[in-house]
T-cell receptor, first 115, second 114 residues
Framework: SQTIHQWPATLVQPVGSPLSLECTVE??????LYWYRQAAGRGLQLLFY??????ISSEVPQNLSASRPQDRQFILSSKKLLLSDSGFYLC??????????????FGPGTRLTVL | AQSVTQPDIHITVSEGASLELRCNYS??????LFWYVQSPGQGLQLLLK??????LVQGIKGFEAEFKRSQSSFNLRKPSVHWSDAAEYFC????????????FGSGTRLLVRP
């Protein structure tokens, strides 16, 4: 069966420090991968998605970047964190089929607090 | 542009009472529709999905949803709520012209009174 892992689970970082959040998927190949942010009391905002190694699409201009160095690994990064980067970050994956969207499967999330 | 509206930010029901959470979407054709649930501090879990066929969809944990094309709605229902159903619920739509992205509503937080 497929599983998705995120780490760390929680993170407290000072303003201006770098960030690296990691997401890995097991039990599937060639997935679509997604990064979402969920601010307190808000819905989900799609940040990045990837349909293959090295292929990253950004949905919202921001202080963050994403990379996909391996088929089942998705990394969210920042060179200098801002207070507004605080939130709950969720990674998700979906099967890549020929047409139509497919259900997304979510990881447990990372709670990031920037002080 | 495609959008999803969940008009109720919070809903409180008594344990054992019935539940209906509303979801309306804006799209020119029939989209793919999903309901997810999120417990505090957790990721999202898929409750059910509608792609085509029977407009009444059964999901996990005793939930069901009905797709009504004329009303552009996909409301989630449960006949008898349990205290463990307290969580946040998200409706999502997948446009037919994209293989990649889902559009999520802003969520409805369900509180259950004992």
């Amino acid at each position: 069966s497929q599983t998705i892992h995120q780490w760390p689970a929680t993170l407290v970082q000072p303003v201006g420090s770098p960030l690296s959040l990691e997401c890995t998927v097991e039990g599937t190949s060639n997935p679509n991968l997604y990064w979402y942010r969920q601010a307190a009391g808000r819905g989900l905002q799609l940040l990045f998605y990837s349909v293959g190694i090295g292929q990253i699409s950004s949905e919202v201009p921001q202080n963050l970047s994403a990379s996909r160095p391996q088929d089942r690994q998705f990394i969210l990064s920042s060179k200098k964190l801002l207070l507004s980067d605080s939130g709950f970050y969720l990674c998700a994956w979906s099967v890549r089929l020929g047409r139509g969207p497919n259900e997304q499967f979510f990881g447990p999330g990372t709670r990031l607090t920037v002080l | 542009a495609q959008s999803v509206t969940q008009p109720d930010i919070h809903i409180t029901v008594s344990e054992g009472a019935s539940l209906e959470l509303r979801c309306n979407y804006s799209y020119g054709a029939t989209p793919y529709l999903f309901w997810y649930v999120q417990s505090p501090g957790q990721g999202l879990q898929l409750l059910l999905k509608y792609f085509s066929g029977d407009t009444l969809v059964q999901g996990i944990k005793g939930f069901e949803a009905e797709f009504k094309r004329s009303q552009s709605s996909f409301n989630l229902r449960k006949p008898s709520v349990h205290w463990s159903d307290a969580a946040e619920y998200f409706c999502a739509v997948g446009p037919m012209d994209s293989s990649y992205k889902l559009i999520f509503g802003s969520g409805t937080r369900l509180l259950v009174r004992p």
